[in-house]
């Protein structure tokens, strides 16, 4: 391979040679995917796509996506938002290379447009070094997400289920709880998430313009992501849409009707996608945040996930304006209930139940 440059370049599109990259290296998730930061440039007001790739862009070494937002006349810089991790990707040998070279490359961006904050989110699972984030200015937070491992096959994956969780979704699916994919079923699914958005203090639901387009395919005629829905006799219950990608399957925003937890429909619902993502060959499921709320992070826990630490770079404004700086700190002050993490070091929880063959 041809040895990579220090600099890391821009592209508009990711090069040809991209989704193999992301294929190659098992800390890519579902947005590293071509086609994925199109989707969110095309569907946010004012927001460019792009990649930082190290290397030749036939066979370069590594690479990020990055998307670039321009309100009021002032850009911020996020890689990527929504806290989707941006998380630089790198051939075997290449990721110390690579990742001084994308944050190097980050820190110009950051400097020749001004940009008044943003975001990095670096996920590198069991233990692996987020350092990288310590390249460029501003604050690192640790956020937590829920992984169900399906490395050794989901007959294993099931082992961790707590046996509680497991009754109750057998009975579930026995009183005729089913899932299937539909995303015929998006309009009512998003109606579900959006009603139950709005009640999450400082949250916004994302757009429905934008789950269309992740429904699409890319240019291999693979979907970006899924919708499934749970169901019985009266209708839909619950509706998850998930991301799809090589090595990760992840639940991106979900609805539910009051009674779907009563009658385990979302336990079925979320096992199904974590059944369906080993089936496709992916090597883990992520659940999501539990947002600190212990409730929810209990239910991920019987469905046998772990905790795993992500690391959040909030980017300050060091080469803004002075007005772009007061703009930033407005923008903090507003966005204050927004989950932000926590300044303790990443860290790694196994599920704590009880275990049965």
């Not at 990055?66 to 051939?91: K, N, Q, W, Y």
């Not at 009975?171 to 899932?179: D, K, L, S």
């Not at 991301?243 to 991106?252: C, I, K, M, P």
């Not at 409730?295 to 080469?319: C, Q, Y």
Request: with cysteine.
């Amino acid at each position: 391979m041809t040895e990579a440059p220090d600099a890391a370049r821009w592209f508009e599109r990711a090069p040809s040679a991209w989704d193999a990259l992301v294929e190659h290296d098992v800390a890519a998730g579902p947005a590293h995917r071509s086609g994925f930061v199109d989707a969110l440039a095309a569907t946010t007001p004012g927001a460019t796509a792009g990649y930082l790739i190290v290397g030749p862009e036939h066979e370069p070494a590594g690479g990020m996506p990055v998307l670039i937002m321009r309100r009021a006349g002032f850009e911020s810089i996020h890689a990527l938002p929504h806290l989707l991790p941006g998380t630089p990707l790198a051939r075997d040998g290449q990721h110390e290379r690579v990742d001084h070279a994308c944050a190097a490359a980050l820190a110009s961006l950051l400097a020749t447009r001004r940009a008044i904050g943003g975001e990095w989110v670096v996920a590198r699972g069991k233990g692996r070094s987020v350092a990288v984030l310590e390249r460029v200015a501003g604050e690192t937070r640790s956020m937590e997400r829920a992984i169900v491992d399906l490395d050794h096959g989901i007959e294993v994956a099931l082992r961790r289920v707590d046996r509680h969780a497991r009754q109750e979704m057998a009975v579930a699916r026995r009183r005729g709880v089913e899932v299937a994919e539909a995303p015929e079923a998006l309009e009512h699914a998003h109606a579900l998430y959006a009603s139950q958005a709005r009640a999450w203090h400082g949250h916004r639901p994302l757009p429905i313009e934008l789950a269309r387009r992740l429904l699409g395919n890319d240019s291999a005629g693979v979907p970006l992501a899924r919708l499934y829905v749970a169901r019985d006799a009266r209708g839909i219950l619950s509706a998850v849409q998930v991301l799809v990608g090589a090595h990760e399957w992840f639940a991106w925003w979900s609805g539910s009707r009051a009674e779907a937890r009563r009658r385990s429909a979302f336990s079925v619902l979320m096992w199904h996608l974590a059944e369906e993502a080993a089936r496709h060959g992916a090597r883990r499921f992520n659940a999501g945040a539990s947002a600190q709320s212990a409730s929810v992070e209990a239910f991920k826990r019987s469905l046998g996930a772990r905790t795993e630490s992500v690391g959040v770079r909030w980017i300050t404004p060091t080469h803004a304006s002075s007005v772009g700086r007061a703009l930033f700190a407005i923008q903090r002050w507003s966005r204050s209930a927004r989950a932000r993490g926590t300044p303790e070091a990443g860290f790694e929880r196994a599920p704590d139940m009880e275990r049965s063959p």
